[in-house]
């Protein structure tokens, strides 16, 4: 059973840099497509990006100037970084499988989430 | 982006009922479609992917249909299990989009 977990700092500073970790347990990194999605307080799901195990990467263009998304499967993790933070940026991050070797690629498995708040 | 669109907002069910929510892209995406569950503190869970194929382990009280633009996810004989909020989400373009949830209460 693959399981996703989410780790990282709680409480970030406007206008520095969200660092976020995702490590995989269950199952290989190799073939697919890792991903970031993010829920701020009382608001619905934000797909941040993903990125393929290849070394290709596709942001949300609402995020793109800011975000960046890395693997390291020789550790099986997921990583985030989202520079020059907002509290617009407070939300639930999770972490997410998107898995092209089911039709359509959905994201098949997730973490519980982490929240960070932006404030000083 | 592609906008997709829940209804309702928000249902209220009993235990056994029966449910029907829907979902609406602003384009055809075919089948580019997928649902989830979502409980609070928990992570997401993947329910129907390709707008109707049944994820594994998934009870067959869950089911999806639609094409083009016009979805739908139903839930017979509602379970205590069941009451969470439901999202779905178009995998036909990048970004890749989400309904605003429909919260299916007791």
């Known amino acids: 059973q693959v399981q996703l977990q989410e780790s990282g700092p709680g409480l970030v500073k406007p206008s520095g840099t969200l660092s976020l970790t995702c490590t995989v347990s269950g199952g290989s990194m190799s073939g697919h497509y890792w991903s970031w999605i993010r829920q701020p307080p009382g608001k619905g799901l934000e797909w941040i990006g993903y990125?393929?195990?290849?070394?290709?990467?596709n942001y949300n263009p609402s995020l793109k100037s800011r975000v960046s998304i890395s693997i390291d499967t020789s550790k099986n993790q997921l990583s985030l970084k989202l520079t020059s933070a907002t509290a617009a940026d407070t939300a639930v991050y999770h972490c997410?499988?998107?898995?092209?070797?089911?039709?359509?690629?959905?994201?098949?498995?997730w973490g519980q989430g982490t929240l960070v708040n932006v404030s000083s | 982006d592609i906008q997709m669109t829940q209804s309702p907002s928000s249902l209220s069910a009993s235990e056994g009922d029966r449910v029907n929510i829907t979902c609406r892209a602003s384009?055809?995406?075919?089948?580019?479609l997928n649902w989830y569950q979502k409980k609070p503190g928990n992570a997401p869970k993947l329910l129907i992917y390709?707008?109707?194929n049944l994820q594994s382990g998934v009870p067959s009280r869950f089911s999806g249909r639609g094409s083009g633009t016009d979805f739908s996810l139903t839930i017979t004989s509602l379970q205590p299990e069941d009451f969470a909020t439901y999202y779905c989400?178009?995998?036909?373009?990048?970004?890749?989009?989400f309904g605003q949830g429909t919260r299916l209460e007791i």
């Open positions: 390709g707008a109707s």
């Open positions: 990125f393929h195990y290849s070394g290709s990467a």
């Open positions: 989400q178009q995998s036909y373009s990048t970004p890749i989009t």
């Open positions: 997410a499988r998107r898995n092209c070797y089911k039709t359509r690629c959905p994201l098949d498995y």
């Open positions: 384009q055809n995406i075919a089948n580019y």
